[in-house]
């Protein structure tokens, strides 16, 4: 069972615990460990020391994730806590001032914005990759191989249908199970952007089994034959043996997901993925310091997580605004 794997089962159980009253913020300070999709590095020496407090999208956890661990093994006195409540819900502890970084996989909005300045809040945005968002069913739903946006809208739609016989001529009198994200997820956002509203649809149903956790919808997909969802091409690179990807075809034929047609602009549901970080807290050195040192290592490790690399250039602009933001907080 891999990492992020283990870390579903967690958060399952986290799920629970948040039913029983827990926030978030409460199971970070009863274990001090990882948790329920919390993950924390610390202990040992070293000239740095202090906590990071992340939230937000499970899309960018990975990659977070992955940055930490290395992060770990040169500052083991910094601890990174990093929680996964989706990117609606990171921004709202973000702009509370509860976190001092936030996970997106969509730009902030200017609701959320605002709220960030009725707070005092003042923030740098920063581009640290491209996802390639997939659609993924049961590996024995044989019979599709490829959606088009019109029966996307009929699967997701606010009339969506339940049976596949009712997607496509053709299909099978088989029942459509769908696992998605929830509407605090970037994830959410980004798909209903993207395929309902060109058609004038505002809202998906709500008749679908939500969760911000990516893993979690992995988990759903696996153990459900007919079923159909979405999420982050990581976790599909994560679960290859036991989800099928789905082809999208927006208008120009079926394009797989993959960082080629995501690079070249063929995948019409492709992303930019980002963090935003708290201007006031790059004042701490240990913060300023793994900010600078996640632009340095993201693009190193990006590959293996499974997203596609910001150029050369998106990353020089990104550490130059990030320059800019440590020397203004002094």
């Known amino acids: 069972m891999n990492r992020w794997s283990i870390v579903a089962v967690l958060a399952s159980i986290a799920l629970l615990a948040a039913a029983c009253g827990n926030a978030p913020d409460d199971r970070a300070a009863d274990t001090g460990g990882t948790t329920g999709g919390e ?4 202990g040992g020496d070293g000239d740095l020391s202090g906590s990071i407090a992340i939230d937000g999208s499970s899309t960018v956890a990975p990659l977070t994730d992955a940055v930490a661990e290395e992060y770990a093994a040169e500052r083991p006195d910094v601890t990174v806590n990093l929680s996964v409540s989706g990117t609606g819900g990171g921004f709202e502890r973000f702009c509370a001032g509860d976190t001092q970084i936030s ?57 969506g249908v339940s049976n596949w016989s009712e997607v496509r001529d053709g299909f099978p009198d088989e029942q459509l199970q769908i696992f998605a994200p929830g509407s605090d997820s970037g994830t959410y956002d980004f798909f209903n952007e993207t395929v309902l509203e060109p058609n004038g649809i505002e809202e998906p149903r709500q008749d679908f ?24 091409y990581a976790y599909y690179q994560e679960n290859t043996e036991s989800v099928k990807a789905l082809e999208y075809d ?73 320059e800019q933001a440590i020397s203004d907080a002094g």
């Open 250 to 322: 927006a208008g120009d034929g079926c394009v797989a997901p993959a960082p080629e047609t995501a690079q070249d602009d063929s995948y019409k549901l492709a992303r930019p993925l980002f963090i935003y970080v708290k201007n006031s807290a790059l004042a701490e050195p240990h913060v300023a310091d793994f900010v600078t040192f996640y632009l340095e290592t993201v693009n190193d490790l990006i590959d293996e997580i499974g997203y596609i690399a910001a150029s050369d250039e998106t990353i020089a602009e990104a550490q130059a605004k990030v």
């Open 39 to 42: 993950t924390s590095t610390g």
């Open 103 to 159: 996970n997106a996989s969509r730009p902030i909005t200017q609701e959320e914005a605002d709220t960030c300045a009725e707070n005092g809040i003042e923030f740098t945005e920063v581009r640290v990759g491209t996802d390639a968002l997939t659609m993924v069913t049961h590996p024995e739903t044989g019979f599709v191989d490829c959606l088009t946006q019109d029966e996307v809208v009929r699967i997701w739609g606010p009339d």
């Open 209 to 232: 089994n939500a969760s911000e956790d990516d893993n979690i919808i992995a988990q759903g997909i696996i153990g459900t034959p007919g079923s159909w969802g979405f999420f982050g």
